[in-house]
């Protein structure tokens, strides 16, 4: 096997053990830490997919920020005091059968598609999508290419991603300070 | 050699696991994180195909994607506060008012 796909298998199975373990585990606590463990492997696998400056988002924004916002809330909770939840709910047992049905059919169609997509379409060199030529400027690597295309061709939705940044901060201000009385 | 195919599988799995999570636990917290999961996945199509395609704009979208992702979780989780304020729990099936 190339080393490649090694890491790539590699990877994967970091990002769906860590994904299992998010859902089986009964303590937040242990879910949340193997959330961290899925989120490092993904951005590995941006990495190997050639999207450098997604890894580093991903570990900023998903590593970093949202999950110091999930420890935190975990903290806030009190977990340890809630009633245990009933591990097999009424529900658990159509939704893995859904589960295992959506994932053989849907996709297998989905993973079969992308095959023949593969096939028609050859995969783009990754050096040359690092070194586009823009305006006679060449540009050099992932992380810069992405940033002028992020500032030119999609200025407005970044702005207003920056706004609903904003808008989302107020919220969570504002309803993490008001006192609500309890109704029971 | 890492296919296109190979990508696209890895975040199917992915997206059904967050999928089932979602449906079978109950603890709300553990909810929020299941849709981080299919977020995820989400970003994982959007970078392979960016990759086979040869076209950036992919990974801008994966990018607003994770800014949305924060939102959300910023969001949800001031939610699960106010929730656990006035109800002492974090559980889905003690927040059934609206039950007929």
Known sequence: MEPALFFFWAFAAVTVVGAVGVVVMRQPIHS?????????????????????LVAAVQ??????????????????????????????????????????????????????????????????????LATTVI????????????????YRDYFLPFEI??????????????????????FD | MITLAHFVGLSFVLFTIGVVGVLVRRNLLTVLMSIELMLNAVNINLVAFSRQLGDLTGQVFSVFVI??????AAIGLAIIISLYRLKTSVNLDDAAEMKG
């Open chain 1, 32 to 52: 949340a830490l193997f959330l961290l463990m899925s989120f490092l492997g993904v951005a590995c696998l941006y990495v190997q997919a050639g999207a450098e």
């Open chain 1, 135 to 150: 305006d006679g400027v060449t540009v050099l690597g992932n992380t810069q290419a992405v940033g002028w295309m992020l």
């Open chain 2, 67 to 72: 800014a949305v992702a924060a939102g959300e």
């Open chain 1, 59 to 128: 570990i900023l924004v998903y590593a970093g920020g949202i999950m110091i916002l999930f420890l935190y809330t975990i903290m806030l909770v009190n977990v340890r005091r809630q009633r245990t939840e009933r591990y097999l709910h009424f529900q658990a047992i159509p939704a893995l059968g859904f589960g295992f049905l959506f994932l053989l059919v849907v996709g297998g169609v989905v993973v079969n598609e992308a095959r023949a997509l593969a096939a028609k379409v050859p995969a783009a060199d990754p050096k040359a």
């Open chain 1, 161 to 182: 991603a920056s706004v609903f940044l904003l808008v989302a901060m107020i919220g969570a201000v504002v309803l993490g300070k008001r006192t609500m009385e309890r």
